[in-house]
Nanobody, 124 residues
Framework: QVQLVESGGGLVQAGGSLRLSCAVSGRTFSNYAMGWFRQAPGKEREFVAAISTSGGSTTSADSVKGRFTISRDNAKNTVHLQMNSLKPEDTAVYYC?????????????????WGQGTQVTVSS
């Protein structure tokens, strides 16, 4: 079993930055591709960004390209999401997820383990 715990969410003004972290325990972290998803009120959970097992390959949603960066530290079993130039439409609960894939993947069904989420609120 794999446990994921997100942190770093909060309230920020538009144009500001936040860095989310996800601590992973229970299995060999470097065996999992990792991803971030988000869910706004009344909307479906959507893909944000993903990273390969080695960290050498990433992919992200068009809505966050150039603003958000995903990274991982396999020595510390953590994955991060650096979010810059935040917009009110980025407001959502952000979830960390682990996949048995090696390459970064963007669909929910490819992820086997999920964290509880952390709230990000961007005020205008």
């Amino acid at each position: 079993q794999v446990q994921l715990v997100e942190s770093g969410g909060g309230l920020v003004q538009a144009g500001g930055s936040l860095r989310l972290s996800c601590a992973v325990s229970g299995r060999t972290f470097s065996n999992y591709a990792m991803g971030w998803f988000r869910q706004a009120p009344g909307k479906e959970r959507e893909f944000v960004a993903a990273i390969s097992t080695s960290g050498g390959s990433t992919t992200s949603a068009d809505s966050v390209k150039g603003r958000f960066t995903i990274s991982r530290d396999n020595a510390k079993n953590t994955v991060h999401l650096q979010m810059n130039s935040l917009k009110p439409e980025d407001t959502a609960v952000y979830y960390c997820a682990a996949s048995f894939a090696v390459v970064p993947v963007s669909t929910r069904r490819q992820y086997s383990y999920w964290g509880q989420g952390t709230q990000v609120t961007v005020s205008s």
